[in-house]
T-cell receptor, first 110, second 111 residues
């Protein structure tokens, strides 16, 4: 059974488009995250939600908007995509201890 | 702000050689975690160290947490091709409770 799942796995789109990535965790964790991993493998936290409430919002353009409809889901919507948004986006969850990562969504902006 | 520095960024070794990656924090950590990301995969939790000077082993992997709880290391003895991947340390700040990832060390093992 997949603990943290996200869709789609790959996303190829044109500059200027709007896209969403969905994430679900079945671990019963209270906290969910979005991380961005660039081509140099650097993992940067973007957002953190605890029980549907935003608790961390790092320096991320406001084109990125997370939405948590319930504790098990954290979706990421991106408006007006730019070339620099190309990266792998990982959803993750935790219960105050270590972090469980989803399989990642590789976003390519052309 | 708080930083967690990890070195080296890349390491190529011959199969059978040892490998070490080092992690240093600018502030005291309440714990240090290590993750492994296989090529094309996602980071997977390996271990957590909490106590000052703690040493833990997982088969050929040895993890250490420094006495001052500001640094850590991961040592792999006699590397195998299955060890290939990127190893991340992640420290939880004692002050803020935030988990900060290091930049990762990518290990290549030549058979």
């Amino acid at each position: 059974d997949t603990a943290v799942s996200q869709t789609p796995k790959y996303l190829v789109t044109q500059m200027g488009n709007d896209k969403s990535i969905k994430c679900e965790q079945n671990l019963g964790h209270d906290t969910m995250y979005w991380y961005k991993q660039d081509s140099k493998k650097f993992l940067k936290i973007m957002f953190s939600y605890n029980n549907k409430e935003l608790i961390i919002n790092e320096t991320v353009p406001n084109r990125f908007s997370p939405k948590s409809p319930d504790k098990a889901h954290l979706n990421l919507h991106i408006n007006s995509l730019e070339l620099g948004d190309s990266a792998v986006y990982f959803c993750a969850s935790s219960q105050g201890r270590w972090v469980y990562f989803g399989p990642g969504t590789r976003l390519t902006v052309l | 702000g708080q930083q967690v520095m990890q070195i080296p960024q890349y390491q190529h070794v011959q199969e059978g050689e040892d490998f070490t990656t080092y992690c240093n924090s600018s502030t005291t950590l309440s714990n240090i975690q290590w993750y492994k990301q296989r090529p094309g995969g996602h980071p997977v939790f390996l271990i957590q160290l909490v106590k000052s000077g703690e040493v833990k082993k997982q088969k050929r992997l040895t993890f250490q947490f420094g006495e001052a709880k500001k640094n850590s290391s991961l040592h792999i003895t006699a590397t195998q091709t299955t060890d290939v991947g990127t190893y991340f340390c992640a420290g939880t700040s004692s002050n803020t409770g935030k988990l900060i990832f290091g930049q990762g060390t990518t290990l290549q093992v030549k058979p």
